[in-house]
């Protein structure tokens, strides 16, 4: 008899966990410390009940992809029980190098890597753990496998990677705009030529969720409140760098540059984080006293967006008025003032193919279709100039 196992999550209804490696793997410490990680950063301050992890999202991505596979062997697509399991661990794992904070803190804890970088560095360790068993997963995760449309799965236009985090997203945010047909989604899938596509049939629910995707960004992901508090974060955790700011292991190797080690990394979640924020509103450095006790009570930087870059004239000045009030250095209201730009792009048509098969044999780029929503007009990246400052 099988393995067979339900996990009851809130957007999915049950998940089940089909075979005893899948399951030893969510047991192991590397994944289980995802529990501690927020999946959407600090925006539960501007949406409270954004307070979902990364280990959410992971096993919702893992039960789309369950789902997507089944729609593929059902249409006839090859697919052993081997690649099954390959791909369904390869986007459990898709996330396990994400460190405190996720996004938010991606390129200041770990300088120079990305998530996808330790995640890869993590699945290694892992596949050595469990006795090899996890290669065919580490093959899909780099598209190294011959089965192109299994990476694509887990990294594509059409993953269910991305399929997940918008509809976890807008579900635990309360933002509708986020909505997506995933399930119709998942039922246009098919393969063609080694590529994965969508039927002729599923083009309009894939032109919602490319628009559903731009609206999430605009309206949750860079809101100016959370661009606020996560550009005030990254900048607690500079701020305490350039101190040389007191705090515990395994979050001082981090900050501080000294010895680092995928153990260490794995001991790390938002909670070392906040402790450290706690103890650093009490410094005697005005800016990272101030940074942290505006996080910790909600008391945010004021951003405000511009069309054009923020002039330098306004900057200055706003710059000399908290100087003054405050008693800063030049250096010191740098922290505090600052001006940044936030871009989003809606369809990227060089790099970002959605292709559809249409029942004729012919395959056209989702742009290309007649009368398409997603047409050249939603080409370019959208680009906003931002001023973050001390109210």
């Known amino acids: 008899m099988g393995f067979h196992k339900i996990i009851n999550d809130p957007v999915y209804g049950f998940i089940t966990i089909d075979h005893s490696l899948i399951n030893d793997i969510i047991s192991h410490p590397y994944y289980q410390r995802l529990r ?47 690649e099954q399991l390959g791909a369904k661990i390869a986007i459990l794992l898709h996330d396990i190098g994400h460190g405190p904070f996720s996004h938010a803190l991606e ?19 892992l596949n050595i753990q469990f006795n090899n068993q996890l290669q065919m997963a580490i093959d899909i995760f780099q598209n190294k496998y011959h089965k192109k449309f299994l990476h694509q799965l887990v990294s594509g236009q ?50 919602k969720f490319i628009v559903a995707r731009r609206l999430m960004y605009w309206q949750v992901y860079l809101h100016k409140t959370v661009v606020s508090a996560e550009q005030m974060l990254q900048r607690i955790v500079k701020r305490a760098r350039f101190l040389g700011a007191d705090c515990d292991e395994p979050l001082f190797s981090f900050i501080h540059n000294s010895e680092r080690s995928l153990e260490k990394f794995c001991n790390m979640d938002d909670t070392d984080v906040l402790m450290a924020i706690k103890k650093w509103r ?12 505006g996080l910790i009570n909600r008391k945010l930087l ?29 250096e010191e209201v740098s ?16 790099e970002e193919q959605i292709n ?31 001023i973050c400052l001390l109210n």
């Open 107 to 125: 390129h200041v804890m770990a300088e120079g890597m990305n998530h996808e970088d330790i995640s890869l560095a993590l699945m290694k360790e």
């Open 356 to 386: 559809i098969l249409f029942k004729d044999g012919t395959v056209k780029d989702i742009s290309a279709v007649d009368n398409a929503l997603i047409n050249e007009n939603l080409s370019g990246k959208i680009k906003k100039y931002y």
């Open 158 to 207: 059409l993953d269910v990677d991305r399929m997940d985090y918008l509809t976890r997203d807008s579900f635990f945010t309360g933002v509708s705009e986020g909505v997506i047909g995933y399930d119709r989604i998942l039922k246009m899938l098919t393969v063609h030529n080694g590529e994965l596509m969508i039927e002729e049939k599923g083009i309009y629910s894939i032109e």
């Open 335 to 350: 922290w505090l003032v600052f001006t940044g730009e936030a871009t989003s792009r809606t369809y990227d048509f060089e």
């Open 282 to 293: 009490f410094h005697k450095d005005k800016p990272l006293s101030l940074l942290c006790e």
């Open 302 to 330: 004021k951003v405000r967006y511009f069309a054009e870059p923020v002039n330098a004239a306004f900057v200055a000045e706003r710059k000399s008025i908290i100087k003054s009030q405050l008693g800063l250095s030049d």
């Open 36 to 82: 501690r990680i927020h999946q959407m950063a600090m925006a539960h301050l501007v949406y409270p009940g954004a307070v979902h992890t990364r280990l959410h999202h992971s096993l919702g991505a893992y039960h789309l992809m369950r789902c997507a596979l089944q729609e593929l062997i059902e249409k006839g697509i090859d697919i052993t029980p081997e």
